[in-house]
């Protein structure tokens, strides 16, 4: 097996921030509840399941947020592909209501995550973007 270099180890370590931990359990939880009732997979998850949880875990440990990571719904920074943000929708369309009698307290915590505020992009977004030459001429430019 090779070696793993010491970026993906410090992304994997990530995932053991508790709010990473609890939503990637979240995710795995929606997945099998989805997985079972629309694919009738008995145990684990199916191949197409499987990729996306594996995505999503990528995904997840990759996050520039890091624990301070909102919702996907709130994030300012989409990183999933159109074909798996579609897809995950869909599970969750169908396993989020059904968590809140199987899992409540990840139901419960999903929605309380949801809820908070968006923290600012990282790396230098907070910073306000300078208006180009042109505009800048513009606006110094004096009135008539």
């Given at each position: 097996m090779p070696a793993m270099g010491k970026h993906a180890e410090d992304r994997r370590a990530r995932l053991a921030a508790p709010r990473l931990a609890r939503e990637l359990k979240t995710i795995d939880v929606m997945l099998r509840i989805s997985c079972r009732d629309r694919h009738g997979t008995a145990v684990g998850l199916c191949e197409e399941c499987a990729a996306l949880l594996d995505y999503a875990k990528r995904r997840l440990a990759g996050c520039p947020y890091g624990a301070e990571k909102p919702t996907c719904a709130n994030c300012q920074i989409h990183c999933y592909?159109?074909?798996?943000?579609?897809?995950?929708?869909?599970?969750?369309?169908?396993?989020g209501p059904r968590m809140m009698l199987r899992h409540p307290y990840l139901a419960m915590m999903h929605v309380v995550d949801g809820r908070r505020p968006a923290p600012p992009k990282p790396r230098g977004a907070s910073r306000p973007a300078e208006p180009s030459p042109a505009v800048s001429a513009l606006l110094s430019s004096p009135k008539r």
């Open positions: 592909g159109p074909r798996e943000r579609e897809q995950a929708r869909e599970m969750m369309r169908y396993a």
